[in-house]
């Protein structure tokens, strides 16, 4: 039997005794300015610096965003005695080395996702992270949105029953630019890394690590995967389906099945969205849920950076939504699907 009420959100709302943190950027791309667009109209974190190798690029971005400070090298910004976090939003590939060297100078680091390339390169972050004593945590935004907070709690209180399965695909047009960074291997290219992280992630956070992975796709012409299908078993009782393209646009839902109940995710999932409960037959009744709070697309992005300043202010160094173990489980479940679609 269906509740007869969803429960309340746990929302990570600005001004409830968070730190009011002191934020650099490094890599003013697309991804940064949405971030800085967030933060200012959503929280009260502070803007005040920026690096990129182009020191043009960086006072170009500063002026936009209202940064004080605009710097041409990374090391210029970590080692600034005014920043206390450090939000690296470079290309995948440079997200190791920018991490550490944040961490080296005892900052606190919220890394884009993917937080790296491979398994390896996230546990060589973890590993420094603990041992400096500061909080990094990657930048998956869908942890802390308010829906999450919902789906996890109906999960753990059992409503759903025994959960059989994860269905999520996520699919954008790429531009099939030899240069666009998705299509260079350099870059830590690939539509799994960038986009497939997002069913893989919400795989993990109601099912887990899985037991098994068997992967199927395509290669593009430059050498990444194109698009994939991803089956993952969970032991006994429980597969997930995972679809993800860069050469089409696709649903971009989620729905997670259990043996009472079932929740059917709307698009897109991984952003603040809407979703409806259901019982296990055609006419059970339903309950529907849909963010109270007002904020759409990528003001969502406020809520991880308030949560990280919470967490600091806990005195935590990683998050407990999506800890640094789930973060290195996740791409390793992401190494062995590219290493697979590689070798078919």
Same mark, same amino acid.
């Given at each position: 039997m269906?509740?007869?009420?969803?429960?309340?959100?746990?929302?990570?709302l600005?001004?409830?005794?968070e730190?009011?943190?002191?934020w650099?950027?490094?890599?003013?791309?697309? %991804?940064?300015?949405?971030?800085?667009?967030?933060?200012?109209a959503?929280?009260k974190?502070?803007l005040?610096?920026?690096?990129s190798?182009?020191?043009?690029r960086a006072?170009?971005?500063?002026?936009a965003?209202?940064?004080?400070?605009?710097f041409?090298? #990374?090391?210029?910004? #970590?080692?600034?005695?005014d920043v206390?976090v450090?939000?690296v939003?470079?290309?995948?590939?440079?997200?190791l080395?920018?991490?550490?060297?944040?961490?080296?100078?005892g900052?606190?680091?919220?890394?884009?996702?993917?937080?790296?390339?491979?398994?390896?390169?996230a546990?060589?972050?973890?590993?420094?992270?603990?041992?400096?004593g500061?909080?990094?945590?990657?930048?998956m935004?869908?942890?802390?949105?308010?829906?999450?907070?919902?789906?996890?709690?109906? #999960?753990?209180?059992?409503?759903?029953?025994?959960?059989?399965?994860?269905?999520a695909d996520?699919?954008?047009?790429?531009?099939a630019?030899?240069?666009?960074r998705?299509?260079?291997?350099?870059?830590g290219?690939g539509?799994?890394?960038?986009?497939?992280i997002?069913p893989?992630q919400?795989?993990?956070?109601?099912?887990?690590?899985?037991?098994g992975?068997?992967?199927?796709?395509g290669?593009?012409?430059?050498?990444v995967?194109?698009?994939?299908?991803?089956?993952?078993?969970?032991?006994?009782?429980a597969?997930?389906?995972?679809?993800?393209?860069m050469l089409?646009?696709?649903?971009?839902?989620?729905a997670?099945?259990?043996?009472?109940a079932? %929740?059917?995710?709307?698009?897109?999932?991984?952003?603040?969205?809407s979703?409806?409960?259901?019982?296990?037959?055609?006419?059970?009744?339903?309950?529907?849920?849909?963010?109270?709070?007002g904020?759409?697309?990528?003001?969502?992005?406020?809520w991880?950076?308030?949560a990280l300043?919470?967490?600091?202010g806990?005195?935590?160094t990683e998050?407990p939504?999506?800890?640094l173990?789930?973060? #290195?489980?996740?791409?390793?479940t992401?190494?062995?699907?590219?290493?697979q679609?590689?070798a078919?």
């Open positions: 269906l509740p007869s009420h969803l429960p309340e959100p746990e929302l990570y600005p001004g409830t005794g730190p009011a943190l002191r650099g950027i490094v890599g003013p791309g697309w %991804i940064a300015g949405e971030l800085a667009n967030a933060l200012r959503h929280t974190q502070r005040v610096a920026v690096a190798r182009s020191i043009d006072a170009a971005f500063a002026a965003h209202g940064i004080e400070q605009a041409g090298s #990374v090391d210029q910004l #970590v080692t600034h005695p206390d450090v939000y939003a470079t290309p995948q590939s440079e997200h080395a920018a991490g550490l060297a944040a961490i080296a100078a900052k606190h680091v919220l890394i884009e996702k993917p937080i790296a390339v491979n398994a390896a390169e546990q060589t972050l973890a590993d420094a992270a603990r041992a400096a500061v909080l990094v945590m990657e930048a935004w869908s942890r802390y949105l308010p829906q999450a907070s919902v789906l996890r709690r109906l #999960v753990a209180d059992g409503v759903l029953g025994e959960i059989r399965s994860v269905h996520h699919g954008q047009a790429i531009p630019n030899p240069e666009h998705l299509y260079r291997p350099e870059l290219g539509a799994l890394l960038d986009l497939g997002y893989v919400l795989d993990s956070m109601i099912l887990g690590a899985p037991t992975v068997v992967a199927v796709g290669m593009t012409q430059t050498g995967d194109a698009y994939s299908t991803l089956v993952l078993t969970h032991g006994q009782g597969q997930s389906t995972l679809t993800t393209s089409a646009r696709t649903p971009t839902t989620a997670v099945a259990g043996s009472e079932s %929740i059917f995710v709307d698009a897109y999932f991984y952003t603040p969205t979703f409806t409960l259901t019982g296990t037959d055609h006419a059970a009744p339903t309950l529907t849920w849909s963010d109270p709070t904020l759409t697309l990528f003001d969502g992005l406020s991880e950076a308030t300043a919470r967490f600091v806990e005195g935590r998050s939504v999506h800890t173990e789930e973060t #290195v489980s996740i791409l390793a992401i190494d062995e699907a590219r290493a679609i590689a078919s």
